[in-house]
């Protein structure tokens, strides 16, 4: 696509991106991306609905109540609305609220649960209609997605957590589709956003991961929604801030930022089309080992007196991030291969229940995750990041070895979930939660979105009107 618009030469492929962002015709992305759109936004409504009964999303939302005496905009199964910054934060927070959220594997990366808060805020306090929410999803995923690859895996590395330092910006540009923001208003917001990007990963070290990984969500969609309308109110950002000097892509890329993937073939393919939705309550590291320790123990639980020991083979980073046999939290639970395990040939992982607090001091359950060799194995290192791969061995006591091997987890798009696995984890979720809203009617509602349609309808029934 020809740049239309003047642009400082060091920030070609991000003006490129922008531009992409405020003139792609709606007309040219194919029907498919505006269907799992609708995926999209489904799947991150059920993860919210029951991320928001949560306590770090009922603390948070109790605060920007309290905070917040007028807005237009939603928190999922409440009737007071706040101001679309504070609603974003809310439900971002719920939507990641639970390790449910969806993923851009390639990208490795948490598109929806920034996004789409920020987007549905942004479209709800504007009067927006459904196809421009779902035109901002699209190209939010799509911003997403480039934005990351750009990146890199430097940041990961250095311990940032890529949604909150990629989504701010990727997010802030799709708002500013939703709002119609001109090009330099465009560049503004995105420029404003990057000094928004944060998250630190202490939340994997072990020792207590506590609630603020689910904040890490919460806070880049505001922090998108709040540079957007600063921008359009006419505060200024500086243009260099995705590919300049001490830019996004130079700060936390450092040498291995690759600023082409920005622009590269636009309209060719579609993030939104390459989704993994998660079928765990986990980290995506953790997605295929507890596939196979379930493909292995067939349809009952396993007699851990049988067991010797249990190898998990998987990537480096797995291996360094992921080894806590012990967790003392739910977020330690959720990242720990060896409890997953455990917990896998004992009980059922896919139940979010079983990571209540309780669950951390059974005493043998322990004693199996205590089994648990982590090694690198070398398949599988060769193929991430763009693949997740896992191998599992049980070594049992007579001798036998089960063994597998996945190189793409169920949910990731080599594997896909079908539309039915997507709307049955929504209503699974949804009748797990508390809060008060008809759930199968937003699924209805959901599904439904097209066109010119008002999103009143939907926004009454989120908030269980």
């Known amino acids: 696509m020809p740049l239309s618009h003047s642009a400082p030469s060091v920030s070609v492929h991000a003006t490129a991106l922008i531009e992409f962002i405020k003139d792609y015709p709606t007309k040219d992305i194919p029907p498919i991306a505006f269907d799992n759109a609708r995926a999209c936004l489904l799947d991150a409504l059920g993860c919210g609905l ?140 995105a420029g404003i956003a990057a000094s928004l990007s944060s998250g630190i990963k202490a939340y994997v070290v072990g020792g207590g991961g506590g609630m603020v990984k689910r904040m890490h969500a919460g806070w880049a969609a505001s922090s998108a929604v709040r540079a957007a309308l600063l921008a359009q109110k006419g505060f200024t950002g500086p243009s260099g801030a995705i590919e300049g000097h001490y830019g996004l892509l130079d700060v936390f890329g450092y040498k291995e930022a690759q600023p082409t993937a920005l622009s590269k073939d636009f309209g060719q393919s579609w993030a939104i089309n390459a989704v993994w939705f998660k079928v765990y309550p986990l980290c995506g590291w953790v997605q295929g080992v507890v596939q196979l320790i379930k493909q292995l123990r067939k349809a009952s639980p396993f007699n851990p007196d049988e067991l010797e020991k249990i190898v998990v083979g998987t990537s480096q980073l797995a291996v360094k991030s992921n080894a806590n046999p012990k967790p003392e939290d739910t977020m330690d639970a959720q990242y720990s291969i060896p409890y997953c395990v455990a917990l896998t040939l004992m009980g059922d992982p896919a139940d979010p229940r079983s990571f209540e607090p309780a669950s951390f001091t059974d005493q043998p359950l322990l004693a199996l995750a205590a089994k648990v060799e982590l090694t690198v194995d070398p398949e599988c290192e060769a193929v991430y990041p763009s693949r997740f791969g896992s191998r599992v061995q049980l070594h049992l006591k007579n001798g036998k070895v089960l063994q597998a091997l996945t190189l793409d987890p169920h949910g990731t798009p080599a594997d896909p979930c079908t539309a039915e696995e997507i709307s049955i984890k929504f209503n699974r979720l949804a009748d797990l939660s508390p809060l008060p809203v008809d759930s199968r009617a937003i699924a209805k509602s959901v599904l439904a979105l097209q066109g010119e349609q008002s999103l009143q309808p939907i926004n009454l029934l989120l908030q269980g009107q």
């Not at 905070?67 to 939603?74: C, D, L, Q, T």
């Not at 706040?82 to 927070?93: I, K, R, V």
């Not at 459904?130 to 999803?137: F, G, H, M």
Request: aromatic share 4%; hydrophobic share 50%.
């Open 50 to 189: 029951f991320g928001a009964s949560q306590p770090w999303s009922t603390i948070m939302a109790s605060q920007l109540i309290e905070e917040s005496s007028h807005g237009s905009s939603v928190v999922l199964g409440h009737r007071q609305t706040l101001s679309a910054p504070a609603a974003a934060l809310c439900n971002g927070t719920a939507i990641h609220g639970f390790e449910l959220d969806d993923l851009l594997p390639a990208a490795i990366i948490h598109p929806g649960t920034v996004v789409i808060p920020a987007v549905l805020a942004a479209a709800q306090s504007s009067n927006a209609t459904a196809e421009q929410l779902l035109r901002a999803i699209i190209l939010g995923y799509e911003a997403t997605s480039r934005l990351s690859l750009a990146l890199g895996t430097k940041a990961s590395e250095l311990g940032f957590h890529k949604t909150s330092v990629v989504g701010p910006v990727a997010s802030a540009l799709a708002v500013g589709s939703v709002l119609g923001l001109t090009i330099p208003q465009l560049i503004s917001a």
